[in-house]
């Protein structure tokens, strides 16, 4: 039954990458957007307010704003419950519906379930694909078969969905409510934070976060009258719509404490150290490689917001080094809060502090940037602690060490596949090949067919198991060009 559980919570997770790798960078250019096009901002910078490059931007904004609303399995959900809240009475009126939980969806007054409604919907379309893509159907319905049905099927599914889900939801939503007791209190952020780095080695951090950004868990705040739920619609709000120079200005702390400069924390200051660290404790003869590695990996979490290349470097062969990084990110969190810092949006990366925290008013990043050195200082000593005390074997101390990513830089990718292929065990060996932002996640038939000593010569970063017949290898951003070139041979 466990092993049941876990290999659906991992195909769970890789439901999940698609629409994250899509949200992602719409995500970005809608903050970018939304910030450049602020009457706020283009006081302070006149040349925004240029007809072409205020048309460009509030375009992009549009067009990037369609993109998170046009599945049609969310569609027939968010219908169905309104048909539901008129056909028993429920309707609020236009001017109170934000009280009574429910919101304008496309134009469609519905219950409002936010970020949930489209977890259902994925991952009824995820099971339906699957299950019903070569579906074979008599004759006369013949047009309706294979891929064809999978649409058909959903819209009836999420069609019961959205007439039952109301019955249940109040009992849900009371229980987030009851969650948001322990998130909004004076060590939240430390949940929070320490949370989410927590469920990074399983990749369910997203589902996490989403939980106090899109729900009840996060809070609900009144803003004008309209209330909004979680904190990332509040802050949305906020930052977007009424700017600095609004009275509403002052929640962005409390809002802020749960979202960019946690993550901050951990690309501009946990990871330096860390990465400082191992190099120090590195044996002499690897430090040149090690030091290439390291810069690779704070780089790309400094500039991309991507930091399992360096969390996986340790997080399987030091364990307890790992929750207690996890648990310093939290404490750092925490004190964020409490000097009130409040630079918001959702990433961590450098370009992310210089627009949400340099160029706004009230954001405290004077107190950030004391507080992160002083996080920095604790991390590299608590590192280089460990890591010499219990001779971890972080990169650069293995006794066979694998630290020569040279076809990964020369993106070799030909030749890393036939590595990979070869040390999995051969094609046969092979059931199904994903990857998600920087791992390749690999089915086997028989794990004890890898070879490790193989595997190393094509410059991985890490490599794990984290079920009996899976197996994950951490190559970085560019993992997703190794994947396309396993595919490519696997097919020939």
């Known amino acids: ?50 007809p072409i490059i205020n048309t460009t931007l509030v375009s992009l904004r549009t067009i990037a ?81 294979g891929k064809k049905s999978v649409s058909i099927i959903c819209m009836g599914i999420m069609l019961i969905i959205g007439i039952t889900l109301p019955f249940i939801w109040q009992y849900f939503v009371t229980g987030l409510t009851g969650l948001s007791v322990i998130f909004l209190s004076k060590v939240g952020p430390f949940f929070t934070a320490a949370g989410e780095r927590l469920f990074i080695p399983f990749g ?26 979680g904190v990332v619609p509040t802050m949305n709000h906020v930052l977007f719509t009424l700017g600095p120079n609004s009275e509403y200005w002052a929640l962005m702390p409390k809002l802020t404490r749960f979202m960019a400069q946690q993550q901050m924390l951990c690309t501009m200051f946990a990871f330096p150290a860390i990465a400082l660290a191992m190099y120090h404790t590195a044996y002499k003869e690897n430090k040149k490689m090690v030091k290439g590695l390291m810069i690779t990996c704070v780089m790309t979490a400094l500039l991309g917001n ?128 994903d990857n998600c932002i920087t791992r390749l996640r690999i089915d086997l038939v028989d794990t004890k067919l890898v070879d490790q000593k193989i595997l190393e010569k094509s410059g991985y970063s890490g490599l794990f198991f984290p079920l009996p017949k899976h197996i994950h290898i951490v190559y970085g951003p560019l993992v997703e060009f190794v994947r396309n070139a396993i595919d490519d041979k696997l097919k020939k």
């Open 306 to 433: 991507v930091t399992e290349p360096l969390e996986f470097s340790f997080v399987f062969i030091a364990p307890l080094l790992y929750v207690i990084y996890a648990c310093i990110i939290g404490i750092g969190a925490v004190a964020l809060s409490l000097v009130n810092v409040g630079i918001g949006y959702i990433r961590g990366t450098i370009f992310d502090f210089a627009i949400f925290g340099l160029l706004y008013k009230d954001t405290n990043w004077v107190s950030f940037i004391i507080v992160g050195l002083i996080l920095s200082v604790a991390t590299y000593f608590i590192f280089k602690y460990f890591i010499l005390k219990f001779n971890i074997k972080t990169p650069g101390r293995e006794d066979t060490p694998s630290l020569d990513n040279t076809l990964i830089k020369e993106k070799r990718y030909s030749e890393i596949a036939d590595i990979v292929i070869e040390g999995l065990g051969g094609r046969s060996n092979i059931v199904n090949v």
């Open 204 to 229: 369910l951090h997203h589902l996490w976060n989403a939980l106090f950004r899109f729900t009840e868990a996060g809070g609900s705040y009144v803003i004008d009258g309209t209330t909004y739920v």
């Open 65 to 145: 704003g369609t993109v998170f609303a046009s599945v049609l399995g969310y569609l027939i959900l968010i219908i169905s419950m309104s048909v539901w809240l008129s056909v028993t009475g429920n309707m609020a009126a236009p001017n109170v519906m934000s009280q009574m939980g429910q919101i304008k969806v496309l134009g469609i007054q519905t219950l409002n379930i936010n970020a949930m409604g489209g977890i259902a919907a994925g991952l009824v379309a995820a099971w339906a694909t699957d299950k019903f893509y070569n579906l074979e159907l008599p004759i006369a319905f013949a047009f309706f078969a």
């Open 1 to 50: 039954m466990l092993k049941k559980y876990s290999d659906q919570i991992q195909k769970f997770g890789r439901s999940l990458l698609l629409p994250i790798g899509v949200m992602a960078p719409v995500g970005m250019i809608l903050g970018i957007t939304g910030v450049f096009v602020q009457s706020y901002m283009i006081a302070r910078f006149p040349g925004l307010g240029n």
